[in-house]
């Protein structure tokens, strides 16, 4: 049996990171055998639990001579370990790749994870390497029309297979009673009041300013609002703690780093979860794994949540950076009587299970490796 090859820059963490080893998880599972190729990081001991071997190459490089030398290195990898199929997840092994591929008429395809800026000219130039393979895996519908308007790549070599939640992992009934005590204890939380949660790096386009601005707006304003996420410049930190200082006194603001173990338990605890980003997301995968926790998510109407969320049906999609028509969407879910509300949860719950769930996004990938190996 053939070996399926992945290659990322490196294994430190991240949503491409994440999908390189729920892919590799899925095919070893499936006795597929596979390999990964990456310049290391923290997450290669994961793959060394599940038994898959990791290769360790510079490959996050984008110095070309150093690029064209990884090639060769990549080559004798390939086949030596008798690989069928290269699975590329990013622009600066892209080369590697596609020059691999040609030296040993081992095939390859691409994942396109996100939006790439194409100015200057040359950007435009580097991003095509990913689309020089059998085929490329867009992560939603939103990226295959970016790939069509922008690079003219066929539709017919463009398989949409979106990222999504775990379900093992973003099941409401696995959070425990201790598991929410303990997290509410250790961040000083209130539970009488309503929590608004968003998720995403402390950073102006994750739309923390936004959320802030809608609160100020709403008629609730006695509510918790949850930030979960880190990394601000000092810049934008005194910039977010300026806009929380305009917040009325019965408004609380807490600014959460939180592990990925916790975001079950954070789910469960927000009332509402907002995705307030101000450029478009190529997914989302917050918003899946929000829905997989029977909760309602408001988000700006673009990029991938016009996909994952169905307007007035499992969520609410405002217009882009209308604070005042996020802060009624707010408003219009915390009056929901509770029968409405728990009939929605349950919609975007069932919407992400037949839809956006990790175990979809794997059997579809391994559906199409195999299809190609044939």
């Known amino acids: 049996m053939k070996t399926i090859m992945q290659v990322l820059p490196a294994l430190n963490q991240g949503g491409v990171e994440t999908g390189t080893i729920e892919i590799a998880t899925a095919l070893a599972n499936a006795k597929i055998p596979n390999i990964v190729v990456s310049s290391g990081g923290v997450m290669v001991p994961q793959l060394k639990r599940i038994g898959v071997k990791h290769f360790t190459l510079p490959v996050a490089t984008k110095n070309p001579f150093k690029m064209w030398l990884n090639s060769k290195k990549l080559a004798k990898i390939a086949i030596e370990n008798n690989v069928g199929l290269m699975h590329v997840r990013s622009r600066a092994p892209a080369w590697t790749v596609k020059w691999a591929s040609k030296d040993t ?10 939006i790439y800026g194409i100015k200057p000219a040359i950007k435009k130039l580097y991003n095509g390497a990913m689309l020089k393979g059998l085929c490329t895996i867009a992560v939603s519908e939103y990226v295959k029309q970016h790939l069509i308007d922008v690079y003219h790549y066929p539709k017919n070599k463009i398989h949409v297979i ?12 696995k959070v425990t009673q201790e598991k929410i005590d303990d997290f509410v204890k250790q961040n000083q939380l209130s539970l009488d009041k309503p929590i608004i949660t968003l998720v995403g790096r402390l950073s102006k386009i994750k739309g923390q300013l936004e959320l802030i601005q809608a609160i100020k707006q709403m008629k609730h304003k006695d509510v918790t609002c949850l930030l979960i996420g880190g990394g601000a410049t000092p810049e934008y930190q005194r910039e977010l703690n300026a806009a929380i200082s305009t917040l009325p006194d019965e408004t609380n603001v807490r600014v959460v780093s939180v592990p990925g173990d916790k975001m079950p ?15 478009p997301e190529a997914f989302g995968r917050t918003i899946a794994e929000a ?7 408001v988000a700006f109407n673009h990029g991938g949540p016009t996909e994952t969320i169905i307007d007035g049906e499992t969520g609410f999609l405002v217009p882009v950076g209308d604070v005042s028509a996020l802060a009624k969407a707010l408003d219009k879910v915390l009056d929901m009587p509770l029968a409405e509300k728990r009939k929605m949860e349950t919609a975007a719950r069932n919407n992400t299970i037949q839809n956006f769930s990790i175990q979809k996004m794997c059997e579809k990938t391994l559906k199409l490796y195999k299809e190609i190996l044939k």
């Open 105 to 114: 008429g081992i095939p390859f395809i691409s994942s396109y994870h996100g």
């Open 162 to 173: 979106h990222r999504g939640a775990d379900l093992n992992r973003f099941d409401p009934d």
């Open 265 to 279: 338990v954070v789910y469960v605890l927000s009332d509402i979860v907002v995705s307030a980003r101000i450029t």
């Open 291 to 297: 829905n997989a926790m029977n909760r309602i998510v």
